[in-house]
Nanobody, 126 residues
Framework: QVQLVESGGGSVQAGGSLRLSCAASGETFSSRCVAWFRQVPGKEREGVAATGGSSAYYSDSVQGRFTGSQDNAKNTVYLQMNRLKPEDTAMYYC??????WGCGGRWNDTSQYPYWGQGTQVTVSS
């Protein structure tokens, strides 16, 4: 079992930056695919980034602005979010795969991830 805890959310003005953290306990991240999803009320959860092994994936809406990284010593995954926009406002969740084979083409499919954190709110004002 993997327990995930997100942190780092908050309120920021457009153009600002935040760094989200996703800390794991129970088992290590190692080369699992770890993804970041976001959700606003009334909409489906949207995949924004995933990292695992040597792979990294980003949605078109965040490509070039968000960067995922992993610190194996701390068993923590990060999402650096730069040049934030009001449309980035959402609850952000990290999710981890059960297996250790990195990320693939279905990285933004929520059904790929059995482990989820509780979410951290990001609010970007204009």
């Amino acid at each position: 079992q993997v327990q995930l805890v997100e942190s780092g959310g908050g309120s920021v003005q457009a153009g600002g930056s935040l760094r989200l953290s996703c800390a794991a306990s129970g088992e290590t991240f190692s080369s699992r695919c770890v993804a970041w999803f976001r959700q606003v009320p009334g909409k489906e959860r949207e995949g924004v980034a995933a990292t695992g092994g040597s792979s990294a994936y980003y949605s078109d809406s965040v490509q070039g602005r968000f960067t995922g990284s992993q610190d194996n010593a701390k068993n923590t995954v990060y999402l650096q979010m730069n040049r934030l926009k009001p449309e980035d406002t959402a609850m952000y969740y990290c999710a981890a795969d059960r297996f250790f084979w990195g990320c693939g083409g279905r990285w933004n499919d929520t059904s790929q991830y059995p482990y989820w954190g509780q979410g951290t709110q990001v609010t970007v004002s204009s």
